[in-house]
């Protein structure tokens, strides 16, 4: 019940926030420079009735006051909008290219995840000594590389030089196999979507898996020299087991932080990365919606990532009383 009525309070702050991404993304959108229904219309013959009457159909020829006003009644009843680019329901557009960019930032985690943790633990537990060495240069290097250009680095070697894997492009495994040439089954359908998520996966992930283990290093260290894991080796506590049982929670509480604000950066670096891999994901609609002004896909998108960061915060901040009693859900001592 605690957890619930954190939820819903957690939930009612965020109203604010929400309602504040979408004022600084209207203003933003609607007083850049640039006409959307010209970029439209760009190389081919139209007449000034035309573009009035574009201008009428999108709603564009009213003020900016009573346009937000009408976007924000549509948006409470579940309506995005109408695409002036594409002419689709924005709605429609971003459950096409959703898919993708969450199949490539969630891997891109659980490929930071699985591997900068335990090399953390090891470079905790062995301080000083070479392998601690070689995990700082391996994070420096991965903090400090931006995303593309690791992305390009791995198609020239993996891709071009070697040939194992393939260069652009993203088989998705929710599709039926019939609807890809030259693959049969279920089996093959999942190998094939594994080789050609695997170099986006590692160069969307590395900066978060560089963060990650420095971060998981000097917690670990930090709690290796706590006065409880000083009193469970003078017990004679096994090292092994003081790492996972002593050491180990303890040190979670930033990684949950990390991976929970991260999450918008990761979004944000996915843009770059579909570029690169010629993946149809989120982020190339949103530069796409940028280019074009088309107002409409920009506030659906902002709207729809600002509520998946929300969302995120939330789920970090509950999942801190898991990992530590001592944090509750509110309560007064």
Not at 183 to 205: F, N, Q, T, V
Not at 291 to 306: E, H
């Amino acid at each position: 019940m605690k957890l619930l009525k954190y939820t819903i309070y957690r939930l009612l702050q965020a109203i604010p926030v929400l309602i504040g991404i979408s004022v600084i993304t209207f203003l933003l959108a609607n007083l850049g420079p640039g006409d959307p229904v010209s970029l439209m219309l760009q190389g081919q013959e139209h007449s000034e009735e035309l573009v009035r009457t574009i201008e009428r159909r999108y709603g564009l020829d009213r003020p900016l006051h009573e346009r937000y006003l009408t976007y924000m009644g549509g948006l409470l009843q579940g309506d995005f909008g109408q695409s002036i680019h594409h002419q689709r329901p924005v709605a429609d557009l971003m459950v096409n290219r959703i898919g993708p960019t969450l199949l490539l930032v969630l891997s891109a985690y659980a490929f930071a995840l699985a591997t900068a943790i335990p090399l953390g633990i090891i470079a905790a537990n062995r301080r000083n000594e070479p392998t601690d060495h070689v995990s700082r240069i391996a994070a420096l290097v991965g903090v400090s590389t931006p995303s593309f250009w690791i992305g390009i680095v791995l198609i020239l070697i993996f891709a071009v030089t070697l040939g194992w894997l393939p260069s652009s492009g993203l088989i998705y495994p929710w599709r039926p196999p019939g609807s890809y040439r030259g693959i049969d089954g279920h089996l093959e359908l999942y190998y094939e979507s594994a080789r050609h998520l695997l170099l986006p996966m590692i160069a969307l992930g590395t900066l978060q898996m560089a963060t990650i283990m420095r971060v998981e290093r000097t917690q670990m260290i930090e709690s290796l020299q706590g006065e409880y894991v000083k009193l469970a080796r003078a017990y004679g506590v096994p090292e092994r087991t003081i790492l996972r049982k002593h050491a180990f929670n303890v040190a979670q509480l930033p990684i949950i932080t990390i991976v929970g604000l991260n999450l918008s950066t990761a979004i944000g670096g996915a843009v770059l990365v579909e570029t690169v891999f010629n993946i149809n994901g989120m982020g190339r609609l949103f530069v796409n919606a940028i280019s074009t002004n088309d107002y409409q896909l920009v506030m659906g998108i902002t709207m729809m990532l600002g509520f998946l960061f929300v969302i995120g915060v939330i789920i970090t901040d509950i999942s801190y009383a898991y990992v530590d009693p001592r944090v509750t859900y509110g309560e007064r001592e």
